[in-house]
């Protein structure tokens, strides 16, 4: 079980690696983020960095992604299939229900 904030984020993840694809990323490099200031930046900055953090190290307990560790933070973060194949099979590639879930989701967190 996760918190609704991690996941929103979990979810924003796996938007975040569906898009990559359809931009002609390679697998690998979908699933491949680099440190924990820069993902901030770039994709979560309705949180606090810190928390954050926090939520994403909680993805890491629950297996969903592999955290490079860093100075209290992540060096780099990997998606792991489990995540990929979750969210597949919830969703079953259907956009719109992904989309309304994520806007749910984002209401409940104040993102």
Do not use: C, W
Not at 11 to 17: E, L
Not at 57 to 81: M, Q, R
Not at 95 to 103: G, P, Q, R, T, V
């Amino acid at each position: 079980m996760l918190t609704n904030e991690a996941n929103f984020v979990l979810h924003h993840f796996y938007k975040i690696y569906k898009d990559r694809l359809d931009e002609g990323y390679s697998e690998e490099m979908a699933r491949y983020f680099y440190d924990d200031e820069q993902v901030h930046h770039d994709y979560f900055l309705g949180f606090n960095f810190d928390d954050f953090v926090t939520y994403t190290k909680e993805l890491s307990s629950n297996e969903y992604v592999t955290l490079g560790y860093g100075d209290g933070g992540f060096a780099e973060l990997i998606i792991n299939p489990k995540l990929i194949i979750e969210m597949e099979n919830l969703y079953k590639n259907n956009a719109k229900k992904f989309i309304n879930a994520l806007i749910d989701l984002k209401k409940l967190v104040g993102a």
